[in-house]
């Protein structure tokens, strides 16, 4: 009965979360604008602190390289996959590949991760992620701009990479891991001050998140069949394959347990929220059919990653 309870304890925080961000839609409490500056706030300030702290404190192994390279071709392959159903079920709308493949790391894995399992288990779902990122910038990124623009600048492409405030965060973290500054920083007063500041911020990421997520929530009952199209057309494979992976991840990385739930967690999240950016405004339809779908596969991913939680708690 304590186990149950304890798992309650760290499920009402995020449907709460979620709720009263629902609520401030609801009420018209905040403004589309200052929603839209608080992703702006989490992306650029508070969730890049978040993953600095995260891998400079992980202890980093080589046999991470396979899951980052794995990851990063399952991606590619979920694309092809998207493209092959699509072209085999007849499927109308020309942006469902890009809903088949990638996920919500940013604005929703960390939120629901962090809150159940501990901010200082993120940096098990921030190397998950890593392959992913890569994809997404590299590959998911340059086809929708070469198909909004018809063609696509690879410089400008790597610029923004290297200058996303995520990525360089990741990239620091993973650089004074690995030449071993973290004792430096915790151990003398000034550096240990920016330290604190930057756990800090990154503490508030989490609330922040859900309360933008919950403020989005919101569904048209018209998008309901490609609802359940999108959603059989990832879980069908994702879920099993998030089940073989972990078992690929204990039996022949031999790694921590915790890796079996990050990557259970990064699979079950929806398509990256970036996408209707990419999508042209006169693409009424397509824009429209886009944010509804990820609008409910949200709800759903909260959902199924509360029903994990209670059977696989980390207490």
């Known amino acids: 009965m304590s186990s149950i309870l304890q798992i309650l304890c760290q499920i009402i925080p995020i449907l709460l979360i979620l709720f009263l961000g629902y609520l401030l839609r609801a009420k018209n409490f905040l403004s ?55 072209e085999h079920f007849h499927i109308e709308h020309e942006y ?22 501990g901010l200082e288990n993120i940096g098990y779902l921030a190397i998950m992620d890593l392959g992913h990122e890569f994809f997404i910038w590299f590959i998911f990124v ?65 609330p922040l998140i859900l309360l933008v997520v919950g403020y989005g929530i919101h569904f048209q009952k018209g998008f309901l069949r490609d609802f359940l ?33 990050a990557l259970f967690t990064l699979f079950i999240l929806p398509p990256p929220f970036i996408l209707p950016i990419y999508i042209p405004q006169h693409y009424k339809k397509e824009r429209l059919y886009v944010n509804n779908l990820l609008t409910s596969y949200t709800v759903i991913s909260v959902i199924i990653f509360i029903v994990y939680f209670a059977f696989n708690p980390r207490i």
């Not at 089940?243 to 890796?259: A, C, S």
């Open 229 to 261: 199209v999108l959603l059989a057309a990832r879980l069908v494979l994702l879920i099993p394959m998030a089940f073989l992976g972990g078992i690929f991840i204990d039996k022949v990385l031999g790694l921590d347990e915790m890796f079996k739930v």
């Open 32 to 86: 589309e604008k200052t929603i839209e500056e608080s992703k702006k706030l989490v992306v650029n300030i508070t969730l890049p602190c978040l993953l600095f702290i995260s891998f400079l404190n992980i202890e980093i192994k080589f046999s991470y390289t396979a899951i980052f390279i794995l990851m990063f071709f399952f991606c590619l392959f979920m694309l092809y996959y998207g493209r092959f159903l699509k």
């Open 142 to 206: 340059s086809l929708l701009l070469s198909k909004r623009n018809g063609k696509q600048d690879n410089k400008q492409l790597i610029r923004n990479f290297l200058k996303s405030p995520v990525i360089i965060a990741i990239f620091l973290g993973i650089f004074f891991n690995l030449i071993g500054l973290r004792a430096f920083l915790y151990n003398y007063t000034i550096t240990e001050g920016v330290i604190n500041t930057t756990k800090l911020l990154g503490q508030i990421t989490i």
């Open 96 to 117: 469902f590949p890009f809903l088949v493949t990638g996920f919500e790391y940013g604005m929703l894995g960390v939120g629901l991760f962090g809150s159940a399992y």
